[in-house]
């Protein structure tokens, strides 16, 4: 080996190829998805929220405990029960806030107990989502981080896959995830029986996690590539969620038009996906009346169609060097 500096520097200079071991591009998609969550999980803004959305699970965790204690209660022939003490405190019946619990909240264990509480996750979700839009998606075409993917021996689609997967682990890290340990928990309060003559709740749950997955991980990564920016993202994105509400609770309640005009609210049609999923019937589900199930599914299909083909056809547009 020569020791001469300058020799040195020149052979360091020199090309090594790579020794390792080398992956197909799946990998490339694991790799996507890892550094895409690392840019969420270090932002405070995330954990903020993730910790209102732990507040929602928490309120059902132990919303399941404050119904047993209440049914020991009333079984005990109390008269009422005095929560608190000093001057805060509150005289309650255990009737009435055994009523309140499992027929106005729904939480008694039931496929609309999952439903619900999805439903109420999903005001946190469509923030976070939000975040994670501007993050993951529109700063690789703001800071022209795209191209740099799409040089190396990766497809455009193991690069939109890579994407769906980190925001898919957002969508079911809020709902799904909460909801099978929220099954997991009424079982041990109520019966072990329960686990089983519910089995299919698990399905449901599952099923409506995924729909959520694909659904909202297309959709979001087709707003972003289109807005880019964190502002234009936030301003259309709720605008979406939340005027199409107010417009279809508008046109249905107030016009008394037909049911089918609620369809402009998209999380109320994935609510009604998830609920066919859970075997909720029809004519049982709030806010009513509702469109049919077939409904909702042909137009958050066509949606994602259409987002599909908008992504196709701008990620085709940006300029590779290999």
């Known amino acids: 080996m020569s020791t001469d500096p300058l ?56 919303g399941q405990y404050l119904g047993v204690f209440m049914q020991s209660q009333l079984t005990g022939e109390t008269g009422t029960v005095r929560l608190g003490s000093g001057v805060g405190a509150v005289t309650v019946r255990p009737e009435n806030m055994i009523q309140a619990l499992t027929k106005t909240l729904k939480m008694n264990g039931s496929a609309d107990t999952f439903a619900n509480f999805i439903w109420f996750e999903g005001y946190i979700l469509i923030i976070v989502l939000t975040l994670a839009g501007s993050v993951l998606v529109g700063n690789d075409f703001s800071h022209g981080s795209l191209p740099f993917y799409l040089s190396k021996p990766i497809s455009r689609w193991h690069y ?30 109520d019966e072990w029986s329960y686990y089983w003559d519910s089995f299919h709740l698990v399905v449901g749950i599952l099923g409506y996690g995924l729909i959520l997955t694909v659904s909202l991980s297309i959709i979001l ?102």
């Open 7 to 62: 020799k040195q520097r020149i052979t360091m200079l020199r090309y090594r190829p790579w020794r390792g071991e080398l992956r197909g591009p799946w990998s490339g998609v694991l790799a996507i998805a890892r550094v895409s969550l690392g840019q969420m999980f270090r932002r405070k803004l995330f954990w903020g929220l993730f910790g209102f959305s732990a507040l929602i699970f928490l309120f059902y965790f132990f």
């Open 160 to 189: 939109m896959l890579g994407k769906c997967l980190a925001i898919g682990v957002f969508v079911n890290l809020m709902t799904t995830v909460p909801a099978l340990l929220l099954f997991l928990q009424y079982g041990m309060v």
């Open 221 to 322: 990564l087709a707003f972003a590539t289109w807005l880019r920016k964190t502002v234009p993202m936030i301003m259309v994105w709720v605008s979406v969620f939340v005027l199409g509400r107010i417009v279809a609770k508008l046109i249905v309640d107030g016009l008394k038009f037909s049911p089918s005009w609620r369809l402009f609210d998209l999380w109320n049609d994935l609510y009604l996906m998830g609920a066919s999923c859970l075997g909720i019937p029809l004519e049982t589900m709030r806010p009513g009346p509702q469109p049919p199930f077939w409904q909702a599914w042909l137009v958050i299909g066509g949606l994602c169609a259409f987002c599909l083909l908008y992504l196709r056809r701008r990620i085709q547009a940006v300029e590779v060097v290999s």
